[in-house]
């Protein structure tokens, strides 16, 4: 993603479409963003899980059961 500057070199605001764009691009992925960051210089950070949300993880009773039977 590029940042836009302006004369004097400095950091511009961000642009809306950009931001829709990225946060498409990360869904289009099956990626599930947990938070976006606007930086001043124009980068647009989106957090996100490490896997598809097409995985579901496990939940702790559910690997206890697995792994700790009878306890």
Known sequence: MMAYTDEAGQGMRFRQADYVRAVKAAKA????????????????????????LGERRETVDEWWAKNMPGQ
Not at 29 to 52: C, S, Y
Request: no cysteine.
């Open 29 to 52: 992925a099956e990626l599930e963003i947990h938070r976006t960051e606007i930086h001043p210089d124009g980068r647009i950070v989106l957090v996100h899980r490490t896997e598809p």
